[in-house]
């Protein structure tokens, strides 16, 4: 018994079907009618609420309240 997915004993001699293959007609796809075009929504750009660098990431501004690190600046009690 041949496995389905091994298509390498079609060519070996001796493992030809015994019984040919049913020949079919080939089947053509149905065609139906023509379907509308879908149109694409155009895309625009949204304004972000930060600047905005080359990246796409926001401008990195100094809080006097983090330090370099981003963790927050202890004041002196």
């Known amino acids: 018994m041949r496995d389905k997915k091994d298509n390498a004993t079609f060519d ?3 493992f030809e079907s015994a019984t040919p293959p049913e020949s079919s007609p080939p089947v053509e796809p149905k065609r139906g009618g023509s379907r509308p ?3 694409l929504q155009k895309q625009e750009q949204l304004q972000l609420l930060e600047e ?3 990246t796409g ?3 990195w501004q100094k809080d006097p309240s983090l330090d370099d690190t981003g963790l927050p600046v202890w004041a002196p009690a």
Request: aromatic residues 0%; glycine residues 8%; proline residues 17%.
């Open 12 to 14: 070996l001699p001796g």
């Open 52 to 54: 905005t660098d080359a």
């Open 57 to 59: 990431l926001p401008v």
């Open 37 to 39: 075009r879908r149109t």
